[in-house]
């Protein structure tokens, strides 16, 4: 299993039961890149999952690097990024509702730091930014959340509940 599904194993593991998880499927045609060039089409999903805890619903895109960045998509001809133009897009539609909390979990495993960052947040950094990446630096200065975790031997655990009480303001 690869890091990034092992990141969102342990986030869903983490999920209480009070609280509704659901992973969207991810399009067959994800799973060989290769094979998309012989598509006409293909399906993508605006988030990766969401939660709900009444009366809120939390869309979420989860990434996770070894590295000290994650690269950012800002034309859809750029092929390779990690953050994705439709998942910024999808991520700000969700947020126009009344009571979502749209946004992304960007987890770090060299410094083993996993934040989240709203998509307005995001947004703001994404237009007006000069770069092509954003760092941990970044995402503390836009308002980024430090999401508590614990190392378990190997694995991660991390404390939704406490995370939902932060970026609704709760604390």
Sequence with gaps: MNNGKIFEKEFRDSVPEDVY??????????????????????????????????????????????????????????????????QIEGLLKAQKHDGAYAGFLLNFRETEHTYWLGVNEFNQFYTTTTKKSINEKDIQEYKGILIPQRKKKVRYAYDVLKMIELIKGDT
Excluded at 64 to 75: L, R, Y
């Design 21 to 86: 998880f659901y992973r969207l499927r991810d399009p067959a045609s994800s799973f060989d890149q290769s094979a998309q060039t012989n598509l006409r089409f293909s399906i993508t999903n605006d988030y990766d999952c969401f939660m709900y805890q009444k009366p809120n619903f939390f869309p979420i895109e989860l990434k996770s690097t070894q590295g000290t960045s994650m690269s950012i998509q800002f034309s859809k001809e750029e092929k390779g990024k990690m953050i994705k133009i439709n």
